[in-house]
């Protein structure tokens, strides 16, 4: 009997939040014995050192999302996939058009990962109109929407005039049942380094939304006996720019960036506390991924996400965007706090990748 086959369509698998969680759902559908196929723009990316070798990996060819249209539409003719998974606007908007062309091969569903009514306007230059227009003319065609935040849903029901029944809120799977052992205090200095008594971590690419700039000047404010590292993880095209203002700020030995790493959780494990600086999210996966950790969390009250996760600040410190003084004062109360890193723990849990995997085959109708 042949097995359902679902194919998630992203533009590659770079190491970004989204299509890290895609990676997770897809390792677990397949250990389920579905049949899972990726299918991308262009066969790169950090993430494929994550994925099961049970997945096959499709590569359409093109670099701008426009040129998908044909070879999606001409891939879908021949796979016949059960299920479509397509995310990450304009790329959804593509593929209902190819969907579309191929005669309607399977079901449909679309997922938005942002808040798009900023995040496109900000990163991609993108016209509020076209982007009403676009969502409103291809949208209502598929089988089901999918937002990753309740924020991100009332974002997209202003944007695509849908009711509220016609987006489901999934969270992000970002919860992977990672190991919690400590490490060995030898490994924690090879991280960190020594002379530090207090490990801030950050996580996220070096771009506009992350601003991890303001995240540097609250350090720069810490009370100089607290003896802090703060380690942010992530590449990007600010790097530059992030690095002159440590210079500036006289903090070359106590922030460090040192890139993209494929697993972060080593740095989760040993670090004091977690601050997310952002000034917009979709979600938030890092919030989850230290809190799995136990790792206490401050975070920008931004849209949208973090105080869904943190439930308005019962798991973490929410502060305001942009706020470095407060940033700043929020991070040293914590590092002089207790907490109760088990109920950390607990909370994750409501993210785990079992749990949302599940709620994604009940939505899509087949379990």
């Not at 706020?323 to 004062?329: H, I, N, R, S």
């Amino acid at each position: 009997m042949k097995k359902l086959l679902i194919s998630i369509i992203l533009p590659t698998l770079q190491g970004g939040g989204a299509e890290r969680l895609h990676v997770y759902l897809a390792n677990n559908w397949a250990m389920q014995e579905y049949s899972v196929e990726f299918v991308l723009m262009r066969k790169y990316g950090e993430l494929f050192t994550l994925l099961s070798e049970d997945i096959n990996v499709i590569e359409l060819g093109v670099d701008r999302i426009r040129q998908a249209i044909s070879p999606l539409r001409a891939y879908l003719k021949q796979s016949k996939p059960d299920i479509i998974l397509s995310a990450m606007w304009p790329l959804t908007s593509a593929t209902v058009i190819s969907w579309l062309l191929s005669g309607k091969q399977g079901q449909l569903f679309l997922s938005d990962h942002n808040y798009l009514s900023v995040s496109c306007i900000k990163t991609l230059n993108v016209s509020p109109l076209f982007l009403k227009f676009l969502m409103r003319v291809t949208y209502p065609f598929a089988n089901g929407i999918i937002a990753v935040s309740q924020g991100v849903k009332e974002d997209l029901c202003r944007l695509g005039k849908f009711s509220d029944n016609e987006v489901e809120v999934i969270y992000n799977p970002a919860a992977t049942g990672a190991s919690l052992y400590c490490e060995e205090r030898e490994t924690r200095e090879n991280i960190w380094g020594k002379g530090f008594k207090h490990h801030i971590l950050s996580v996220g690419s070096l771009k506009r939304q992350k601003d991890h700039a303001t995240l540097i000047r609250a350090f720069a404010q810490l009370s100089g006996g607290l003896k802090v590292k703060l380690t942010i993880l992530g590449e990007g095209p600010l790097r530059g720019e992030l690095e002159t203002l440590v210079n500036q700020l006289g903090l070359e030995e106590q922030v460090v960036m040192p890139g993209f790493i494929t697993d972060p959780k080593p740095w989760f494990r040993t670090a004091d506390i977690f601050v997310l600086s952002s000034q917009w999210e979709g979600f938030g996966n890092v919030l989850v991924e230290a809190l799995e950790c136990g790792v206490p969390v401050v975070s920008t009250d931004c849209t949208s996400g973090p105080s869904e996760i943190l439930d308005n600040g019962l798991f973490g410190k929410l502060v305001p965007v942009g706020d470095v003084a407060m940033l700043a004062q929020t991070i040293e109360e914590s590092l002089l706090e207790s907490h109760d890193h088990d109920a950390l723990i607990r909370r994750s849990k409501d993210f785990s990748v079992d749990r949302i995997s599940t709620q994604y085959l009940n939505f899509f109708g087949i379990f």
